[in-house]
């Protein structure tokens, strides 16, 4: 089943305490993102991977890390974490490559739900 | 980063009424999607829009690409209580990020 997976789905920690949130994909999708939902504020861009070593700021990328050593796989890392990261974060994966008109369906993970007290 | 401007922000029907919701933007894209997204869950894809003018449909779900490329609404006919969530758009430029609308809260009064 074509799915983008993350892990945990729910996590509570302690300030300052380093924290990776993984993200894998099986559908051999180039495009990878992070994003943070948080309550009025919608969908908010953290990082991108436009593919393998490839990677980009998006709109609140502060306190937050990536890497994309591998296609399929694309974690977020805080390596502080603070409770203004309290919130709920999905990974999503596209076939979109630049290259083609048409592409661009975005797939989500189920969400990881991050407390950081 | 650029978000969308999606109406109403909230809606609140009786079963069995039709649902219409839309989503403009300033820039032009090349696909449109609209998503569902309940509470605590991902947002799942409904529909996905490439060309100008096209217009999609998903069961009870009707989706528009707009003819300026700036716009796209989704339509939902006779609904019913599992159509509770919030419904939202993303547009797509080749090549470029994802933008998203701000969501559409449904609810579906029995």
């Known amino acids: 089943e074509a799915q983008v997976t993350q892990n945990p789905r729910y996590l509570i920690t302690v300030t300052g305490k380093k924290l990776t949130v993984t993200c894998s994909q099986n559908?051999?999708?180039?495009?990878m993102s992070w994003y943070r939902q948080d309550p009025g504020l919608g969908l908010r861009q953290i990082y991108y991977?436009?593919?393998?070593?490839?990677?980009d700021k998006g709109d609140v990328p502060e306190g937050y890390k990536v890497s994309r050593k591998e296609k399929r796989n694309f974690p977020l890392i805080l390596e502080s974490p603070s409770p203004n990261q309290t919130s709920l974060y999905f990974c999503?994966?596209?076939?979109?490559?630049?290259?083609?008109?048409?592409?661009?369906?975005?797939?989500f993970g189920e969400g990881s739900r991050l407390t950081v007290l | 980063g650029q978000q969308l401007n999606q109406s109403p922000q909230s809606m609140f029907i009786q079963e069995g009424e039709d649902v219409s919701m839309n989503c403009t933007s300033s820039?032009?894209?090349?696909?449109w999607l609209w998503y569902k997204q309940e509470p605590g869950e991902g947002p799942v894809l409904l529909i996905a829009?490439?060309?100008?003018?096209e217009l999609t449909s998903n069961g009870r779900l009707t989706a528009q690409f707009g003819i300026t490329r700036k716009d796209s609404f989704l339509n939902i006919s006779a609904s019913i209580p599992s159509d509770v969530g919030i419904y939202f758009c993303?547009?797509?430029?080749?090549?470029?990020?994802?933008?998203f609308g701000t969501g559409t809260s449904l609810t579906v009064i029995p």
């Open positions: 999503a994966s596209s076939i979109v490559s630049g290259l083609e008109e048409g592409t661009g369906e975005l797939f």
């Open positions: 559908m051999n999708h180039e495009y």
């Open positions: 991977s436009m593919n393998v070593e490839v990677t």
């Open positions: 820039s032009i894209f090349n696909t």
């Open positions: 829009l490439y060309k100008a003018g």
């Open positions: 993303a547009g797509h430029r080749t090549g470029n990020q994802f933008y």
